[in-house]
């Protein structure tokens, strides 16, 4: 009864044909003309990878609003991890309880949301893909490295990997200011104009924030913060993360200051050798 109820509420084309402006949101990133190229040419599975709140989701119901527009409705299957864990047969079964798609024999478009959630997820879509080659996947995921290693690992010649960025300073503009730069020579002083207010703002949501405070805030507690207490504990052990925590406080306070290993191992009580952990260096180069 979960699943059914996680499902029903995910999938709202099922009943009404047709997906929302609130999810698949009008303004459309620079890759996502290159994402559905490959996803109307290939069959290999589609990874999208990238910081938090970069618009991976957004993008994924774009192309589901694409794919309404010539495929059965029932024939699209979306499920985030972040609803809860679980075993991705159970969930395509209860898919086809639900919608009458038989997901062994039928062509499904399959969206899987924070698939990293997902215990042993690579070997589980590897073996969907190998044994069911009407099933058209899509994945995206946060926790970038681990993500990428396990597609590495798992996925070699079955899947195509791309990162979503922040928004380009092209993008932040268009977004903004709700008008589409085809020629970049003609907008140069207005992007010029915009510069600082876009190097804070590189994330869709804060894009029209006025507050740069709150902008800070939402940073925090949206990225930098789930990345300290989710991706990295899912990544490495034996992170130091009261350590990690006062760096990004003081890369907060003072941004584009030069990193001093020895002056930041006098300052905090560590060893150099803490303070060159993969994590530590990995979240840094973020």
């Not at 109820?5 to 990133?29: F, V």
């Not at 970038?144 to 996925?155: E, G, R, V």
């Not at 207005?190 to 902008?215: A, N």
């Amino acid at each position: 009864m979960e699943t059914e109820k996680i499902l029903t509420e995910l999938n709202e084309w099922w009943y009404t044909g047709s997906i929302s402006d609130t999810l698949a949101k009008p303004y459309r990133r620079k890759v996502f003309d290159h994402i559905l190229k490959l996803f109307c040419s290939y069959r290999q599975i589609i990874l999208l990878t990238g910081l938090r709140r970069v618009g991976k989701t957004t993008i994924i119901f774009q192309l589901i609003s694409e794919i309404l527009k010539s495929s059965d409705k029932l024939s699209i299957l979306y499920y985030a991890f972040d609803a809860g864990v679980k075993d991705l047969v159970s969930i395509l079964d209860e898919y086809t309880r639900l919608t009458g798609i038989s997901w062994k024999k039928e062509r499904v478009h399959l969206f899987l949301d924070e698939v990293q959630k997902l215990p042993n997820w690579s070997n589980q879509v590897k073996l969907l893909y190998d044994s069911f080659p009407k099933i058209k996947i899509v994945l995206s995921g946060s926790a970038s490295l681990k993500l990428q290693k396990d597609a590495f690992d798992n996925l070699v010649g079955r899947h195509f990997a791309i990162e979503i960025h922040p928004l380009s300073i092209v993008e932040f503009h268009e977004l903004r200011q709700g008008e589409r730069i085809d020629r970049i020579e003609l907008f140069k002083s207005k992007l010029k104009d915009e510069f600082e207010d876009y190097l804070l703002r590189q994330f869709p949501e804060v894009v029209t924030w006025q507050s740069e405070i709150e902008v800070r805030q939402y940073i925090r507690e949206q990225v930098t913060a789930r990345i300290i207490r989710g991706d990295i504990p899912d990544t490495f052990s034996g992170v130091n993360f009261r350590l990690l925590e006062g760096l990004v406080n003081l890369f907060y306070s003072k941004p584009g200051m030069i990193i001093n290993v020895d002056q930041l191992s006098k300052d905090f009580r560590v060893s150099k050798t803490t303070l060159v952990h993969p994590s530590i260096l990995s979240f840094l180069c973020l």
